[in-house]
């Protein structure tokens, strides 16, 4: 069922079981699993159907450090929220990333990779993707040799197909058709509202853009805004806790954390032999793998570095067939039926070449080899060392709901330069011993840190702020992502990130989110 809260009279008060705060990968995965065991479910969307700018200005904030890109780059306040955009990869975080780790002070995850284990198939058949190994032991599956080495492990990302990507088209039209959930839209969540004892929500203030104000009852909550949006909203809930719901103890905001990243290099047309024989992306099953050169756990204790991973990235020529092609799914996706693929006459032959000369490749040789002029690029990515000082503040100012804006201040350290040039270092030798000696390197990546410290940007994967851990003094959430002292607020979001391995998050995301929906349904006793 859809409520669109624009039509809605104010003042209105709405009662559920499970009132979710935010319908993007968390809150869809959530409404879909809770519904479907017959629990009530009311779902708020900040924006519509599709992105509208007057909800995309809501992520406007200062940046009082780096420039983070992925505040509002990053960030869809649309029914689907960022799967409506995503390129739909799906790795899993390695065990090493839930251990304490040196590199990253000492921090660890209150769960191990194993208690999340069991949800991957699940995630893997929601997104439409092939259950093949994301080890090496994937290419003893295509008959190919490895050739990883004691320090760089060999990896493989799985990538869903366009059609299954936005969740708000396959899990949101299930909770739009379950008796069961109700998705409301155009419903900003401004607050959460404590009762007078401070140990469990009574409602959530909700407001439209017309200025309608709302209330939203219910016997648990969740909230699935995305990592920044979170802290946000916790900060300035400060009605009964005066410093922020579940910041007793200064942790909401703090450790706030992305990956790093920057291209060091591309290939040279002239050979590409040993680069379509190691790293053209395979194609089975209806599913595209790409090799990931990530740093073994090995390497990362002896060296002390964290994790980081390096990865190649093809970009076919706007104005090629294949890159039109890509282009219209993308917009079938994103919810644009347009045939961008056809609209140009005089493309549609080489189109349809490229579209038929892929086919044949993908489904024969199960390979996608890049064309001789598209560009490969080498990109390296690095979790980074969770600081208290690179946090998420609240402005003076305020948007047009009445909510302070957010202050991103966001940093960079020498942690993830060194760990970045080194791995840059590796990275170097290793495609040289595999023939890959046609690439050339970005100036000054094999020099010094400081190329990375000049040059490293967020990758659109923001994390922390309401880090999960065993004790209200250094973590927001426990290991079931419970606020500490608070018995029917839960967060699902990067947020709860302690650390960032080298993987996307979202795929762990999801993993979480269907581990806390089993939580739920106990609770609820379905």
Not at 360 to 386: G, Y
Not at 397 to 415: N, T
């Amino acid at each position: 069922m859809q409520n669109d809260l624009e039509a809605v009279a104010s003042g209105t008060e709405f009662q559920s079981e499970v009132c979710i705060a935010g319908a993007g990968v968390a809150g869809l995965i959530l409404a879909q699993r809770l519904s479907a065991a017959g629990i009530a479910v009311h779902v708020l969307e900040a924006g519509g159907e599709s992105p509208e700018p007057r909800s995309q200005e809501l992520y406007q904030g200062e940046m009082r450090g780096r420039m983070h890109t992925g505040t509002t780059g990053g960030r869809f306040r649309t029914f689907g929220g960022s799967s409506t955009q995503w390129a739909g990869q799906l790795l899993p975080y390695p065990e090493e990333n839930f251990q304490k780790r040196e590199a990253v002070g000492g921090i660890c995850w209150p769960i191990s990779g194993k208690d999340i284990a069991d949800y991957y198939p699940a995630i893997l058949n929601i997104m439409g993707a092939d259950d093949l190994p994301y080890t090496e032991q994937f290419l003893e599956k295509v008959g190919a040799r490895s050739f990883s080495t004691e320090e760089i492990r060999l990896r493989f990302s799985k990538w869903s197909p366009f059609s299954r990507r936005n969740l708000g088209n396959t899990l949101g039209k299930e909770c739009l058709a379950s008796k069961h959930a109700t998705v409301f839209l155009h419903a900003n969540v401004t607050s959460i509202n404590l009762h007078p004892d401070g140990n469990r929500v009574e409602s959530l203030s909700v407001k439209n853009y017309q200025g309608g104000e709302f209330v939203f009852k219910a016997s648990t909550f969740v909230i699935c805004c995305g990592t920044i949006e979170t802290s946000r909203l916790l900060l300035a809930s400060n009605r009964v806790q005066k410093a922020g719901v579940g910041n007793a103890h200064d942790q909401v905001g703090r450790f706030f954390h992305d990956h790093v990243t920057a291209c060091v290099g591309h290939f040279q047309r002239e050979d590409r032999t040993a680069f379509d024989r190691y790293f053209a992306p395979y194609y089975l099953q209806n599913t595209l793998h790409t090799v990931r050169m990530e740093a073994s756990s090995q390497l990362q204790e002896s060296a002390n570095m964290l994790g980081v991973m390096g990865g190649f990235y093809i970009y076919e020529p706007e104005d090629s067939g294949f890159a039109i092609l890509r282009q219209t799914l993308k917009n079938f996706q994103r919810g644009k039926f347009s045939f961008d693929a056809f609209s140009d006459p005089r493309k549609i032959p080489s189109t349809l070449y490229e579209a038929g000369k892929s086919a044949f490749e993908l489904k024969i040789r199960r390979r996608r080899f890049p064309a001789a002029n598209a560009q490969i690029d080498l990109r390296i990515d690095s979790e980074q060392r969770p600081r208290p000082d690179s946090r998420i503040l609240l402005s003076d100012q305020m948007d047009v709901l009445g909510m302070p804006k957010v202050v991103v201040d966001w940093k960079i350290s020498a942690d993830e330069a060194s760990t970045l040039h080194r791995y840059a270092l590796l990275l170097h030798s290793f495609l040289n011993s595999l023939g890959l000696t046609a690439m050339k390197w970005a100036p000054g990546s094999l020099e010094s840190p400081e190329f990375w410290m000049m040059s490293g940007h967020d990758v659109y994967h923001p994390m922390g702020g309401t880090r999960m851990g065993d004790t209200p003094e250094k973590s927001v959430v426990n290991a079931n992502l419970q606020v500490h002292g608070i018995a029917n607020l839960y967060l699902a979001s990067c947020s709860t990130f302690p650390t960032g391995g080298s993987s996307n998050p979202t795929f762990t995301l999801m993993a979480l989110s269907l581990r806390l929906a089993d939580r739920l349904q106990h609770e609820q006793g379905r």
